[in-house]
Every structure is written in structure tokens, then in C-alpha cells.
């Protein structure tokens, strides 16, 4: 798995992708001691970058990447996953996606709507995208 550097990445916009944004869930992740007694909410979007061509000639779900396996799958690594940073979570939810071989790379926004609390801030977020 490789960052996606800036000519891959605009190789990769003009590409097929499927987003799923607003995956909702909840995790224990952060660096600060009340953040590691209980889970706190999680809102995840996910781009993958892959071919529909296949798809599309046979109209199989076969011949995609079903979004609501990878839905769950983001879910269950945000579930599971003990990282103290929302920019690790990223990179693993980037490899799981990346275990599907339609998977060209994926990029994932993690919100945390409840860091911040103390500027009054609504949401704070980060964005990582890699490859294969």
C-alpha cells in the first residue's frame, strides 16, 4: 500500500470509483484518557477507486465492489480497531478496503464530531488517500 502521490492521484479522478459517505458507527480512538473509556461516534465517507467495465457488460454484482460489504467492513474496522489516532484508523481502513482485488486505492475522510468540544467546534475531520 502506497500515499497516493499527486499524479496518481489525478490519474485516479478521471477513474470509476464508488463513494459511500456518512457511514455511521463508533469507536474508541483518541489520545486523551476520557477517550479510551467509551466509544464515542464516528462518521466515515469512502471513495474506491476501481473498473466498471465489467460491471457494466454484465450487469453482476460479481463484477464490482459491493458497497455495502465495504460499508460494513469500515464499520467493523472502526469497531475493532484500537488506534489512538484518526489518521492510523485511516490507513487501516484504507488497507481493509485495499484486500479487494477491484480495489485500485481508496481514499477515507474520518469525521470525529466530538473532538474539539472545547473550541465549539461542530466536526473535525481528516482525509488519507493510498494505493496499491
Known sequence: MRRLDR???ETFAMADRIEVTGIATSGVHGVYDDEAIDAQPFVVDVVIWTGFDEAVASDELD????????????QEV?????????E???????????T?????????????????????????????????
Open 100 to 132: 479487494n482485488v477491484r480495489a485500485l486505492g481508496a481514499q477515507v475522510t474520518i469525521h470525529k464530531p466530538r473532538a474539539a468540544r472545547d473550541a465549539h467546534a461542530s466536526d473535525v475531520c481528516i482525509r488519507l488517500a493510498r494505493a496499491r
Open 63 to 74: 463484477h464490482t465492489i459491493d458497497y455495502v460489504g465495504a460499508s460494513a467492513l469500515v
Open 7 to 9: 499524479e496518481l492521484y
Open 78 to 86: 472502526v469497531r475493532t480497531s484500537r488506534a489512538l489516532l484518526i
Open 88 to 98: 492510523r484508523l485511516a490507513d487501516e481502513i484504507c488497507a481493509a478496503l485495499l
